[in-house]
């Protein structure tokens, strides 16, 4: 048997997503979306020498990432219009994106109002309606993950992870990282 490796396998956007979907998740349930940059946090350090007290060993791993939480998103009701305005200067090396929607069984889909906002009300009320909250962390590199927890299986030990969750926002996340 060769040498065994003390060093856990980690992959820093796995648990900067984790930390970042926990940070979210802490306050509830019914928040508007909200926007994180991704750095590495030994350039953070760099720049920010006095962070350091706050960091503890994992975020000193090699590779590690911070979430900077970017407040002051713009209200809208278009998804597209919010991520198709992203753009990130060079400093900042990936970014997470949380948002809570509700899903529903297709089906559910069939006849709704055509008024938008009564399409919504019919929505909401289905009786198999799930409220959902979902993470999409992306790289510049193009490395990316999801995160999805549901309200009625609220527990970090419950969510979901993948890369193929939400296809569109993480190809709307990644289209901010193009100069």
């Not at 926990?22 to 720049?47: C, I, K, M, N």
């Amino acid at each position: 048997m060769g040498p065994v490796n003390p060093q856990p396998v980690i992959d820093p956007l796995a648990i900067a997503a984790l930390d970042t979907e926990r940070h979210v998740a802490a306050a509830g349930w019914d928040q508007p979306a909200r926007l994180f940059a991704l750095v590495r946090t030994s350039d953070l350090l760099e720049r920010e020498p006095h962070l350091r007290n706050q960091m503890g060993p994992a975020d000193l791993a090699d590779g590690a990432l911070t979430a900077i939480e970017q407040e002051g998103l713009p209200a809208t009701m278009s998804l597209e219009t919010l991520l198709g305005r992203l753009a990130w200067p060079p400093e900042v090396d990936g970014c997470a994106f949380a948002i809570e929607r509700m899903v529903v069984p297709p089906e559910a889909e069939r006849d709704l109002p055509t008024k938008p906002e009564e399409a919504v009300e019919a929505l909401a009320a289905h009786p198999d309606r799930k409220d959902v909250r979902l993470l999409v962390a992306v790289l510049r590199d193009g490395s990316s993950i999801c995160l999805l927890r549901q309200r009625d299986h609220d527990s970090d030990d419950a969510v979901a992870t993948g890369k193929d969750i939400a296809p569109g926002i993480v190809e709307a996340l990644k289209a901010s990282f193009v100069d």
